[in-house]
């Protein structure tokens, strides 16, 4: 079993839908939560760092973390075709010797079609 | 803001040839920096943890003599893949801690050995 499961899709959407995007892990002692956006053949962009259960907001972006249930999600509200990328979640330890290493889900493929 | 750079973005060279990557963080110093590997639709991989001033830590199944980390100073790191392969085509990013926990990752360097 992988540490973090992240559905890879792809995800194909309308513009202006909501986009729910998961993962899962297995590791309780992840404390750290991130969601990247990658574009193709780019490095990975963040877009939301979490660090407690509950939810973010940032913009279009909502992050949740349910550290009892081991499960993160990304939404996105009014999706545009821009947003079609890559999406990585991403998690790690507290810091010490594991700063920056971070373990990623499979990514998910997202297209939002005009 | 800080930015992390990474050069080339593209190279393509020939096999038994020796290519090397520059990391930069711009605007701050980063005594530590992360060298990820990416093959096609697959999830970043952690190959070596770069520390300014000491050897670099690599991770289980990376061959140090293949890729060679060197960390001179607080805002440069460089990847050497010597004796290239066309097994070792693939998109390199690196990535380094901002004055918080987050990560930021360069552009990314796809390799290409024929």
């Known amino acids: 079993q992988k540490e973090v499961e992240q559905d890879p899709g792809p995800l194909s959407v309308p513009e202006g839908a909501i986009v729910s995007l998961n993962c899962t892990y297995s590791?309780?002692?992840?404390?750290?939560f991130m969601w990247y956006r990658q574009y193709s053949r780019k490095g990975p962009e963040l877009l939301m760092y979490t660090y407690s259960s509950g939810n973010k907001e940032d913009g279009r972006f909502t992050a949740q973390v349910d550290k009892s249930s081991k499960y993160i999600s990304l939404f996105i509200r009014d999706s545009q075709p821009s947003d079609s990328a890559t999406y990585l979640c991403?998690?790690?330890?507290?810091?010490?010797?594991?700063?920056?290493?971070?373990?990623f889900g499979q990514g998910t493929i997202l297209t939002v079609h005009p | 803001g800080a930015v992390v750079s990474q050069h080339p973005s593209r190279v393509i060279c020939k096999s038994g040839t020796s290519v090397k990557i520059e990391c930069r963080s711009l605007?701050?110093?980063?005594?530590?920096m992360f060298w990820y590997r990416q093959f096609p639709k697959q999830s970043l991989m952690l190959m070596a943890t770069?520390?300014?001033?000491?050897?670099?830590?690599?991770e289980q199944g990376v061959e140090k003599d293949k890729f060679l980390i060197n960390h001179a100073s607080l805002t440069l790191s460089t990847l050497t893949v010597t004796s290239a392969h066309p097994e070792d085509s693939s998109f390199y990013i690196c990535?380094?801690?901002?004055?918080?926990?987050?990560?930021?990752f360069g552009s990314g360097t796809q390799l290409s050995v024929l």
């Open positions: 990535s380094a801690r901002d004055l918080g926990e987050k990560l930021l």
């Open positions: 605007d701050f110093q980063a005594t530590t």
């Open positions: 770069s520390n300014e001033g000491s050897k670099a830590t690599y």
């Open positions: 991403a998690m790690k330890l507290s810091g010490g010797t594991s700063y920056g290493k971070l373990t």
């Open positions: 590791n309780s002692a992840f404390q750290y």
